[in-house]
């Protein structure tokens, strides 16, 4: 039986914690799949709904706008009532439009149900870091969202890979029945095995979005909110025009062999943990430096025209960005003194921002000036991201 983490393991009275993070990290893996259920049967919902390509490519859009939308009313909410109750209900929520999507007649309907469930997302994602500080405490908080960050990345992998699976066995529809109910049963473990939290800032809801807004004007925060924006924004870029790179001259790699690509980011998943562990004897403003290093090196290495070296660049840059981003929420949480819902919403606000510019700003870089263009673009963003971790004095 895991035994309870050490922080609470006093208090928790007959609740164990790990299975609390068990519960955690099975829904962030569902919810990040639930985004990401579309992308790799964009040409089949094309050609389903007589759409264009880039038309098709709204049900990924929806959904992250949406998110971004979303998360400044959760962070708050989770302030006023309750972080548990606001995870729960959200992901109750979320299987809804999820199964939905399944009977969807046109474009728009699926566009719509797209839409809510990325209305429904942030409740779990803009919430659930500041749970994590309020139920393990500073000394595990590294350890703990570096697992959380880890099972993003994850869903992330599960979506796009399952959708295809269950698409080709038994059709795309089936693949938002199948994750409505995996969403369902996310929450249902939410609502056993998560210990109520006792968090809760007074006043209403003015007072909670102006505790909320107020950390933009906190320098030190507003850099935190920089470096997450401008991690997203040259992660998205790379990756989202590098099958542009990869199958033009001199590679000419078909879209299968394109799509291994994506692999690199298990990288994701086993160095977030990793570097969650050593925030706590390492700097947190260190790790995040060298994981941006490290994430700069590897896309400059793709600039060599060699298929192998560029499949290590990849692997080289998948670990340096993560290793940034499995401490950069936590950064968040501990330099928010008080409205730490809030905080971690805005964090998100300006993470899927970044993502959204990510997917249009180096594209134009790359039409004038091909993958250079590209690169040059995204090594910008993780320089800003540089200046501003150096702001931050912790």
């Keep these: 039986m895991p035994k309870p983490l050490p922080h609470l393991a006093a208090s928790s009275t007959q609740v164990d914690l790990r299975w609390a993070m068990f519960a955690l990290y099975v829904a962030a893996t569902v919810v990040f799949s639930d985004m990401y259920l579309t992308q790799p049967i964009l040409p089949l919902l094309a050609e389903e709904f007589q759409v264009t390509a880039s038309a098709a490519g709204l049900t990924i859009s929806a959904v992250v706008i949406m998110i971004a939308l979303g998360s400044t009313a959760y962070g708050p909410l989770s302030d006023m009532i309750g972080r548990k109750s606001v995870m729960v209900a959200a992901c109750a929520l ?6 939905l999507g399944a009977f969807a007649t046109s474009f728009e309907q699926l566009l719509f149900f797209r839409a809510l469930q990325g209305l429904c997302i942030p ?3 803009a919430v659930a870091v500041a749970y994590l500080g309020d139920l393990v405490g500073p000394a595990a908080l590294g350890k703990v969202v570096g697992g959380w960050v880890a099972a993003n ?21 089936e693949v938002f029945v199948i994750f409505a109910l995996l969403t369902m049963v996310s929450a249902i473990l939410l609502a056993f ?9 007074s006043g209403g809801w003015g007072q909670a979005y102006r505790a909320m807004f107020a950390h933009i004007h906190d320098p030190q925060l507003f850099s935190a909110f920089m470096i997450g924006g401008a991690l997203f924004f040259g992660f998205i870029g790379t990756f989202t025009f ?10 000419l790699l078909s ?3 394109v799509a291994f690509a994506y692999v690199s980011y298990l990288a994701g998943v086993l160095v977030s943990p990793i570097a969650g562990s050593l925030s706590n004897r390492i700097s947190r403003r260190t790790l995040i430096t060298l994981g941006l290093l490290i994430a700069m090196l590897g896309l400059s290495l793709t600039l060599i025209p060699v298929l192998p070296l560029i499949a290590i660049s990849l692997f080289i ?6 290793t940034a981003q499995a401490i950069a929420p936590a950064l968040v949480n501990t330099l928010a003194k008080q409205a730490k819902g809030g905080a971690g919403a805005l964090y998100l606000v300006f993470y899927y921002i970044g993502g959204t510019l990510g997917a249009v700003v180096p594209g134009l870089a ?3 000036f091909g993958w250079i263009g590209v690169v040059a673009t995204c090594l910008t963003a993780f320089g800003i991201a540089l200046i501003a971790n150096w702001r931050i004095n912790i």
């Design 366 to 368: 790359w039409q004038t």
């Design 153 to 173: 990345v994850a869903g992330g992998l599960v979506g796009r890979v399952a959708s295809g699976i269950i698409t080709d066995l038994a059709g795309w529809r």
């Design 94 to 99: 979320l299987s809804l439009p999820t199964m």
């Design 193 to 201: 095995l998560l210990p109520e939290d006792r968090v809760r800032e």
């Design 317 to 322: 840059l998948c670990t340096g960005m993560f």
């Design 242 to 251: 590098l099958p542009f790179y990869l199958t033009g001259e001199p590679f």
């Design 255 to 257: 879209t299968t062999m």
């Design 123 to 125: 409740g779990l994602t």
